[in-house]
């Protein structure tokens, strides 16, 4: 079956950068668009970043432009989220997905961003 696993999360100050990674198994990963979303306490989903399955193109939410780069590695089966100056409120549970619209979601990684 379909397993998205996340890893990476963690507490970081203002301004610091995290690494997080999404391995995935169970289905031809090559063949799929992935995406990460966040979702804050008390706060919608929101889709952050989304990379197409050849990794040629990719797309960012406003709020992230210019600080947060999805990339992947068809070969490890694994899609990654770079995420540079970092501030509070990227403080959210982050989950990679399948496809466009999603078929499949991980079950998340926390971020914190505190002093």
């Known amino acids: 079956q379909v397993q998205l696993v996340e890893s990476g999360g963690g507490l970081v100050q203002p301004g610091g950068s995290l690494r997080l990674s999404c391995a995935a198994s169970?289905?031809?990963?090559?063949?799929?668009?992935m995406s990460w979303y966040r979702q804050a306490p008390g706060k919608a989903r929101e889709l952050v970043a989304f990379?197409?399955?050849?990794?040629?193109?990719?797309r960012y939410a406003d709020f992230v432009k210019g600080r947060f780069t999805i990339s992947r590695d068809n070969a490890k089966k694994t899609v990654y989220l770079q995420m540079n100056s970092l501030k509070p409120e990227d403080t959210a549970v982050y989950c990679c997905?399948?496809?466009?619209?999603?078929?499949?979601w991980g079950q998340g990684t926390q971020v914190t961003v505190s002093s």
């Open positions: 169970g289905f031809t990963f090559s063949r799929y668009p």
């Open positions: 990379i197409t399955s050849g990794g040629g193109a990719t």
């Open positions: 997905t399948q496809g466009s619209p999603p078929v499949s």
